[in-house]
Nanobody, 124 residues
Framework: QVQVVESGGGLVQAGGSLRLSCAAS????????IAWFRQAPGKDREIVTV????????YYTGSVKGRFTISRDNAKNTVYLQMNSLKPEDTAVYYC?????????????????WGQGTQVTVSS
């Protein structure tokens, strides 16, 4: 079992950058697939990016490709989401989710462990 906690959200102007962190407690972090989801007001939750336990072949949703980068440091039990060239439409609560031995899945129901979320607001 693992617990995940997000941090790093905030208010930034369009074109700016933020780095989110997803810190995990518990054992065997290197066996967990980690995903970032986001939910904007009045909208459904959507996948942003996913990284496998070993960090290979991450998945990105189309709207963030080339702007966002996911990475992980298994020694620190942490996954990072570097967000560059932010747009107002990136405004949302960002959630970290984890699944042990999971595939690089894009559906929320594939993940058992969720953080409380961190707010990202991009002003125009």
């Amino acid at each position: 079992q693992v617990q995940v906690v997000e941090s790093g959200g905030g208010l930034v102007q369009a074109g700016g950058s933020l780095r989110l962190s997803c810190a995990a407690s518990g054992r065997a972090f290197n066996t967990y697939t980690i995903a970032w989801f986001r939910q904007a007001p009045g909208k459904d939750r959507e996948i942003v990016t996913v990284i496998s336990c070993c960090g290979s072949s991450p998945y990105y949703t189309g709207s963030v490709k080339g702007r966002f980068t996911i990475s992980r440091d298994n020694a620190k039990n942490t996954v990072y989401l570097q967000m560059n060239s932010l747009k107002p439409e990136d405004t949302a609560v960002y959630y970290c989710a984890a699944e042990q031995y999971g595939n690089v899945g894009s559906r929320g129901e594939e993940y058992d462990y969720w953080g409380q979320g961190t707010q990202v607001t991009v002003s125009s």
